[in-house]
């Protein structure tokens, strides 16, 4: 949207996520993320959205259904995933990358709370002047999830 060489973009790498994007799944933050970052790239007028399709951190969605019944009987998601013969996270962020390299955009300000995102665009040699902090507003349903993604995960939260 907007020029997005004037200045370092607004960019979220958003990995699709059917049963929060879509179905308004409480399980997770992916949808409210994906508005968030939507509205912030209108108000400045300016940005990019790559939405990757890696459903279910990169495990496809019958796997990701899978992990939500391992862990309605109590896994966390990085359990259930490891449960299923995966890795904690199976996404990769080469292609985005790419993207914006096809784009022109060299630098960005990465809308996200995943060190991974910004380490993969890092190598792709595209600098991330900014980490914008991606922080949905917690519900009850996701807070394990959102737990783990921290603990775990090493995802970087201000208000967790």
Known sequence: M??????????????????GDVFGSLRCDCRQ?????????????????IYEQQEGRGIGLMAKLQAY???????????????LGFKADHREFA??????????VSQVRLLSNNPDKVAALERAG???????PCEAASNIHAEDYLK???????HLFTSR
């Open 33 to 49: 993320q994906l508005e968030m970052a939507l509205a912030m790239i209108a108000d400045e007028g300016a940005g990019i959205l």
């Open 69 to 83: 019944e391992l862990q309605d009987s109590g896994l966390d998601t990085v359990e259930a995933n490891q449960k």
């Open 126 to 132: 595209i600098k991330v002047v900014e980490r914008v």
């Open 95 to 104: 292609l985005p990358g790419e993207i914006l390299k096809s784009l022109g």
């Open 148 to 154: 783990t993604k921290k603990d775990k995960m090493g």
């Open 2 to 19: 907007g020029d997005v060489h004037a200045s370092p973009p607004l960019v979220r790498i958003h990995s699709q996520c059917l049963t």
